[in-house]
Each structure stands twice: as structure tokens, then as C-alpha cells.
């Protein structure tokens, strides 16, 4: 339990916002909100990104534990990353690149207002 709190602790100082992380892609803006809720999705999985680490990588919580427990996803080859299906079987529902590669999903705030629409 104590090495499970040790990998969940983070430094505030390191924490970076979307507009700062330059991690090699153009950074799109939302015409209503800007760049500020631009979010991302992991670069080992079909999952939004929870965090960013070494200025360069988005991951979701999963494979960020994964990665701080030994298990380092981020030396993968693509093709032992999972393999995404596409739009219609991808539960981001986007088309994006495959695993392995940054993607940036967009405004969360126009994609959940969109979202919000489907119930």
C-alpha cells in the first residue's frame, strides 16, 4: 500500500498545462474556449491522458501505474501496444492515430457538451 502511494505522488511545480506541453504536435484552439481544455488521449491505449510526463508523453492513470510499477509501456514496440478498431469500436469514438503516437482529442468542454446531447 505504501509503494502504491509513493507512485501517485506528484510534485504540483511539474504539473503542465496543455497549452505548455510541447510534446511535437501543433496544439489545436477551440474557437469558444481556446487552448486551455485541450485534452489528449494516452499514447499506449484508447484512453483520455491523465498525465503528461518528460514533456513528451500522455498517458491515462492505468498505463502511468503501469509504467511507475516496472512494467514500461513507453518501451513497447507499436505492435505489442493494444490495436484500435476504429471510430465505431474505439471507446474515445475519434478517428486518431495508432497507439504509440501523441494525439490530441480536442476541446473537452465543446466534446462534452456535444456528448451531452446522446442521452
Not at 501505474?65 to 513497447?76: H, I, L, M, T
Amino acid at each position: 500500500m505504501q509503494e502504491e502511494a509513493k507512485n501517485d505522488s506528484f510534485k504540483p511545480e511539474e504539473l503542465v498545462c496543455a497549452e505548455c506541453s510541447d510534446c511535437g504536435i501543433a496544439l489545436e484552439t477551440c474557437k469558444k474556449h481556446g487552448k486551455e481544455f485541450i485534452e489528449f488521449k494516452c499514447r499506449f491505449c484508447c484512453s483520455v491522458a491523465t498525465w503528461f510526463c518528460w514533456g513528451s508523453t500522455h498517458f491515462c492513470d492505468p498505463c502511468h501505474k503501469r509504467q511507475c510499477s516496472g512494467d514500461y509501456v513507453s518501451k513497447y514496440s507499436k505492435d505489442k501496444l493494444p490495436q484500435c478498431g476504429g471510430k465505431k469500436t474505439c471507446p474515445l469514438k475519434v478517428d486518431h492515430k495508432g497507439n504509440g503516437h501523441e494525439f490530441a482529442l480536442g476541446c473537452s468542454l465543446c466534446r462534452n457538451l456535444m456528448n451531452s446531447h446522446d442521452f
